[in-house]
């Protein structure tokens, strides 16, 4: 069309419009956020300098790029392709900023056709499609009136991306329950899909609460009623609701005061709570039931067996009633103990068999033995003996026997000893043989002379090799076999005290409030007093504390009588009832008085360490896969257990660092989000054996000059250089693989961490055995280092974290365990201990 012939005006216009946006959506499927980028959207090529100068004056206005949430995707698991298609027509719509109006006489023009211009002089413009065009006919006239846009536009400036079809809340039936994702969708059925039998999609459901690994799963059964509503009300994107009840389908629940809160499933297992009697009833389909009926009883029931299994159960009443109509069977593999402060009776209607390949009755006062006829045999020999006895019958006493020895024809008959003198006793303290380090206890055995230590918590000092040194601050070699100058150690450790003119070390412990430790004491008899009469009866006893209770069948600190015999042991047990600031002693007394033993009680505050597990990955491994292997890495610690099946933060608490006071807290790394990955081919190429692909320490030369083949200075934390060279020169000719890694922890996630690190790394160490070290002399690391051998023994991880601390006293159950010959046991130049055996 050409002005003045068919043309009979035109104008163009143009605008300007935001062109870089973001549109963000949302994958159910993987539960990720999804983004696309208008740069990303591929779009026609536009030929026209108009319409440059427009995209050239809109970016230049609006140069924020807004994001906006498109909710529309996710329809038949395209989500991808959904929003790259919304971003690319949102695009075309964004470009689209110049606009031809005209009037014509040319009645072929129509929607969506082309017009092409020419100029005044017949000069040919461009072509534009048609979107709007209103026809005009007047008599002896016909005209009409357009809107075009350039024809090089795939895309209508009318288009929305957000034109979708509506669906609203409409009730439905669920048809299917089995989600081949486990994701917990459902598919239902609307009434008007019945005709043709026709179903949903799978369909997500809201739950009250959901995560991965945990969450609700309530998923509604096939038939039932639920409201199915829709994502933006978009009709493609249907979610359910809830469940409804209907007038066909009723709960049978129901009260006038809405009384019953209920769970209940398609078996019949229930759980019922009753607001109005304050009830709770928790049932399975075959009637077994919990009850509590709101009055403070609860009722336990069950129509076979109740099993309750636990490593300890603690049963606490005024009154405890067991009763059993047929058999009652009370059983222990171990050892077995009836405690009564006051009365206990056993009553049987016919007959009472008390069975045991070695029995003892003792009574702390008088012991009665009352019956109509009472017989006492013995296959081979029997034994009476007192030191007063008397034997009565009130009609007459017969002594019966092929032989009877008639000693005298007194009415009494006196065994009083001809030894007159006063013994004395010591009392040595040790843990029992079952001990497993659920308390800290330090001790040492001496010989009969009580001159020289014979053991040393349970070794012989002979085969001691590394000892505490407290001047020091460290552990020192000693030579094998026994020697002054390693008894003067050993005895340094122990609270002194002269005792009857021997030289006695006190046995150290250290129990928490709460705690109930069991040790043996063990007499010894180290001489006589001539000068003293032998009193009536000889034992020990305790003297009185407000803050520990020891406990003796029954009798509690100063009303204990332990009889005291030249080899008798005795097991009590000693309860902490407060916390202590500084060292208290109890004292062990004899029957006049005098000091026969000391226990070094120390302070028992509870102090709390945090942990942290820190996987190390190699760098070889893609990005995906560090993630991965650090997961299962830091998973692997986390489940490990000891010989005794007891987890990782057990094993810190009951036996081995509890025995210092220290109380441990595992702070979760889930996925192993922190973590370290260290490049072998680079940083860390001195760290790693290309040939053996292990892990090793880095030993350089002692004046390297060029700073690039030589490791950095690092500073702990108290400002001391280590491996810092001067003039030339360094002490150390050794770097260690922990140092490095801590470095690298503290340069990406800070310094705020006080407690103990754990790096562990599913690699080799390249010495033989080592399945892990720590550094502590100088106490400069907050870390250890747990390599393949030892990711699944939480000994391993008590053991180097207990050396990491430097502990005073050594905590070990046996100290053979450390100090044992033959192991690769280590103090090398840097001072670094290298332990392979466990703590117990």
């Known amino acids: 069309m050409g002005e003045n012939v068919d043309l009979i005006d035109v104008e163009f216009e143009m605008r300007m419009q935001a062109q870089d946006f973001t549109f963000a959506g949302y994958d159910t499927q993987s539960g990720a956020k999804i983004e696309k980028d208008s740069s990303s959207a591929r779009s026609e090529f536009k030929e026209s300098p108009f319409q440059v100068i427009a995209t050239n004056a809109s970016k230049n206005v609006f140069k924020k790029k807004p994001k906006m949430h498109f909710n529309h995707t996710g329809i038949q698991n395209s989500s991808e392709g959904q929003l790259e298609e919304a971003v690319r027509l949102e695009k075309e719509k964004r470009e689209n900023l110049m606009h031809v109006k005209g009037r014509s006489k040319t009645p072929e023009l129509k929607i969506g056709g082309r017009a092409q211009l020419s100029d005044i002089n017949g000069k040919a413009m461009e072509t534009y499609r048609i979107i709007e065009i209103k026809h005009v006919y007047e008599p002896g006239d016909y005209y009409n009136e357009f809107v075009g846009i350039p024809d090089l536009f795939n895309a209508s400036p009318?288009?929305?991306?957000?034109?979708?079809?509506?669906?609203?809340?409409?009730?439905?039936?669920?048809?299917?329950?089995?989600?081949?994702?486990?994701?917990?969708?459902?598919?239902?059925?609307?009434?008007?899909?019945?005709?043709?039998?026709?179903?949903?999609?799978?369909?997500?459901?809201?739950?009250?609460?959901?995560?991965?690994?945990?969450?609700?799963?309530?998923?509604?059964?096939?038939?039932?009623?639920?409201?199915?509503?829709?994502?933006?009300?978009?009709?493609?994107?249907?979610?359910?609701?809830?469940?409804?009840?209907?007038?066909?389908?009723?709960?049978?629940?129901?009260?006038?005061?809405?009384?019953?809160?209920?769970?209940?499933?398609?078996?019949?297992?229930?759980?019922?709570?009753?607001?109005?009697?304050?009830?709770?009833?928790?049932?399975?389909?075959?009637?077994?039931?919990?009850?509590?009926?709101?009055?403070?009883?609860?009722?336990?029931?069950?129509?076979?067996?109740?099993?309750?299994?636990?490593?300890?159960?603690?049963?606490?009443?005024?009154?405890?009633?067991?009763?059993?109509?047929?058999?009652?069977?009370?059983?222990?593999?171990?050892?077995?103990?009836?405690?009564?402060?006051?009365?206990?009776?056993?009553?049987?209607?016919?007959?009472?068999?008390?069975?045991?390949?070695?029995?003892?009755?003792?009574?702390?006062?008088?012991?009665?033995?009352?019956?109509?006829?009472?017989?006492?045999?013995?296959?081979?020999?029997?034994?009476?003996?007192?030191?007063?006895?008397?034997?009565?019958?009130?009609?007459?006493?017969?002594?019966?026997?092929?032989?009877?020895?008639?000693?005298?024809?007194?009415?009494?008959?006196?065994?009083?000893?001809?030894?007159?003198?006063?013994?004395?006793?010591?009392?040595?303290?040790?843990?029992?043989?079952?001990?497993?380090?659920?308390?800290?206890?330090?001790?040492?055995?001496?010989?009969?002379?009580?001159?020289?230590?014979?053991?040393?918590?349970?070794?012989?000092?002979?085969?001691?090799?590394?000892?505490?040194?407290?001047?020091?601050?460290?552990?020192?070699?000693?030579?094998?076999?026994?020697?002054?100058?390693?008894?003067?150690?050993?005895?340094?450790?122990?609270?002194?005290?002269?005792?009857?003119?021997?030289?006695?070390?006190?046995?150290?412990?250290?129990?928490?409030?709460?705690?109930?430790?069991?040790?043996?004491?063990?007499?010894?008899l180290v001489g006589t007093d001539e000068s003293k009469e032998k009193p009536a009866e000889e034992f020990i006893t305790f003297q009185e504390s407000p803050n520990f209770r020891v406990t003796f069948k029954g009798a509690i600190n100063g009303k204990i009588k332990l009889e005291a015999k030249k080899k008798g042991s005795y097991d009590v047990e000693i309860e902490a009832l407060n916390t202590i600031e500084t060292e208290e002693y109890l004292t062990m007394l004899d029957e006049t008085g005098s000091i026969v033993g000391v226990i070094e009680m120390s302070p028992n505050k509870v102090e709390e360490l945090e942990i942290k597990i820190i996987p190390v990955v190699l760098k070889t491994l893609t990005p995906a896969l560090q993630d991965t292997q650090a997961e299962a890495i830091y998973n692997k610690a986390i489940a490990a257990k000891n010989a005794n099946n007891l987890n990782l933060i057990d094993t810190f608490n009951q036996q081995s660092l509890n025995q210092a006071g220290i109380k441990s807290k595992l702070i979760l790394n889930p996925k192993g989000v922190e973590k370290l990955v260290i490049d072998v081919t680079n940083e860390y190429k001195n760290y790693w054996d290309i040939t053996k692909r292990e892990l090793k320490d880095w030993t350089f030369s002692l004046t390297e000059a060029d700073p690039a083949k030589r490791p950095s200075v690092w500073k702990s934390e108290d400002g001391q250089g280590i491996y810092e060279f001067k003039n030339g020169k360094v002490d150390n000719d050794t770097r260690m693989l922990l140092d490095e890694l801590e470095e690298d922890y503290y340069k990406k996630y800070g310094k705020a961490f006080k407690g103990a690190i754990v790096f562990v790394i599913d690699e080799k160490y390249n010495k033989p055995n080592v399945n892990g070290y720590s550094q502590n002399n100088p106490l400069r690391s907050q870390g250890t280092i747990v390599f393949t051998g030892g990711l699944g023994d939480t000994d391993t991880y008590t053991h180097e974290i207990g050396h990491m601390l430097g502990l005073e006293h050594t905590f070990f159950a046996d100290v053979k365990d450390f100090n044992e010959t033959n192991t690769s046991i280590k103090l090398n130049e840097d001072n670094i201990k290298l332990f392979e055996q466990n703590i117990k």
């Not at 047929?326 to 068999?353: G, P, R, V």
């Not at 070695?358 to 019956?371: C, L, P, R």
Request: glycine share 8%; proline share 4%; charged share 25%.
């Open 158 to 524: 009318y288009i929305d991306t957000e034109a979708v079809p509506r669906g609203e809340e409409q009730p439905a039936r669920v048809m299917d329950n089995n989600d081949p994702t486990g994701a917990g969708r459902v598919r239902v059925q609307f009434p008007w899909q019945e005709d043709k039998g026709q179903t949903t999609p799978w369909i997500r459901l809201i739950q009250p609460h959901s995560g991965s690994g945990k969450g609700f799963h309530f998923i509604p059964e096939i038939g039932e009623e639920v409201l199915v509503s829709h994502e933006s009300q978009n009709a493609e994107k249907p979610f359910v609701m809830g469940a409804h009840y209907n007038g066909g389908e009723v709960s049978g629940f129901h009260t006038a005061g809405n009384d019953l809160k209920v769970m209940q499933t398609r078996s019949g297992c229930k759980i019922v709570i009753n607001d109005e009697k304050g009830s709770m009833l928790l049932q399975d389909a075959n009637g077994s039931k919990v009850f509590l009926d709101g009055q403070g009883n609860i009722d336990l029931m069950s129509s076979k067996k109740i099993n309750l299994d636990s490593k300890e159960i603690n049963l606490r009443a005024e009154k405890i009633k067991l009763e059993s109509s047929e058999l009652m069977d009370i059983k222990s593999y171990q050892s077995a103990k009836f405690t009564s402060f006051q009365t206990m009776n056993i009553d049987s209607t016919k007959s009472l068999k008390v069975n045991s390949t070695n029995m003892s009755m003792n009574a702390m006062e008088g012991f009665k033995t009352t019956a109509q006829k009472v017989d006492l045999g013995a296959e081979k020999q029997m034994k009476i003996s007192s030191q007063a006895m008397e034997v009565h019958g009130t009609d007459k006493m017969d002594l019966k026997s092929p032989v009877l020895n008639k000693v005298t024809q007194a009415e009494k008959i006196s065994l009083a000893s001809d030894d007159k003198k006063d013994n004395q006793f010591i009392a040595v303290v040790t843990p029992l043989s079952d001990y497993k380090g659920e308390f800290g206890i330090d001790y040492c055995e001496m010989d009969d002379k009580f001159e020289k230590i014979v053991k040393f918590q349970g070794t012989n000092i002979s085969d001691v090799e590394y000892i505490f040194n407290k001047a020091t601050n460290q552990y020192i070699k000693v030579a094998t076999g026994d020697s002054p100058e390693k008894q003067n150690i050993v005895k340094e450790m122990y609270y002194p005290k002269t005792i009857f003119g021997k030289n006695y070390l006190a046995t150290w412990m250290n129990v928490p409030k709460g705690v109930k430790a069991k040790v043996t004491i063990s007499t010894k």
